[in-house]
């Protein structure tokens, strides 16, 4: 009985592994974290119109060099629940055309040229434009 889950658990822009071991007593957790190095990232989590993660949305990030797509899983892992972010390792890129967010619905949002490294909070898009 181990349990895995990855996501940023420090918030510094890379991805860590947590592992849970055991099942029945409780047992330790590992945490394996990368060195820091100048790779570039962007974190994005759509909300809902209440604020919440939008499970089912897709985020499409779009550079010069490629299309990386992510889509907001209700369930991930093995025996653990993954973070509701679409996290994306640009390596030594330095610019991002453009990020677009797609709701179950229809909805979008595109986000023209934005900042790397950081963290993005994409709210719901007003039901009147």
């Known amino acids: 009985g181990t349990g895995m889950a990855i996501g940023d658990f420090n918030r510094d822009g890379f991805l860590e592994l947590l592992i849970a071991h055991g099942e029945r007593t409780a047992q330790p957790l590992s945490l394996y974290q990368v060195v820091p190095n100048d790779n570039h990232w ?3 989590m759509p909300l809902t119109a209440q604020g919440a993660p939008a499970r089912g949305a897709v985020v499409t990030l779009v550079t010069e060099q490629r299309i990386q797509r992510r889509a907001i899983n209700a369930g991930s892992g093995y025996l653990c629940q993954m973070e509701p ?12 055309t453009r990020i677009q967010v797609r709701w179950l619905d229809g909805r979008q949002v595109t986000i023209e040229a934005p900042t790397l490294d950081q963290f993005l909070r994409v709210p719901y898009p007003n039901s009147n434009p």
């Open 85 to 96: 972010v679409a996290h994306f390792g640009l390596g030594s890129q330095t610019q991002i």
């Open 42 to 44: 962007i974190r994005v």
